[in-house]
Each structure stands twice: as structure tokens, then as C-alpha cells.
């Protein structure tokens, strides 16, 4: 019986994929602060 992904192909996918979003939440959070900060400024 033949495979489409081998295990660790799943296993880098996922990691991939954790490593994205947590990038893309980081990248929101300063988003946020640069915007409060350009608020404060006026």
C-alpha cells in the first residue's frame, strides 16, 4: 500500500503551518502597536 505523504511530510506540513500563523500574529500585534502609536502621536 502506497502513501500520497509520508509521515514526516505531515509532520514538516504542520510545523509549517504552526510556524506560519504564529508569524502572522506576531505581524497583527505590532501592526496594532505601530497604529496606537501613530494615534498618540496625532
Known amino acids: 500500500m502506497t502513501f500520497?505523504?509520508?509521515t514526516w511530510q505531515i509532520l514538516f506540513?504542520?510545523?509549517c503551518?504552526?510556524?506560519n500563523q504564529?508569524?502572522?500574529e506576531i505581524i497583527?500585534?505590532?501592526n496594532a502597536?505601530?497604529?496606537a502609536l501613530?494615534?498618540?502621536l496625532g
Open 17 to 19: 503551518g504552526l510556524v
Open 22 to 24: 504564529r508569524q502572522t
Open 28 to 30: 497583527d500585534f505590532q
Open 4 to 6: 500520497l505523504l509520508q
Open 38 to 40: 501613530l494615534q498618540k
Open 33 to 35: 502597536q505601530i497604529t
Open 13 to 15: 506540513v504542520t510545523f
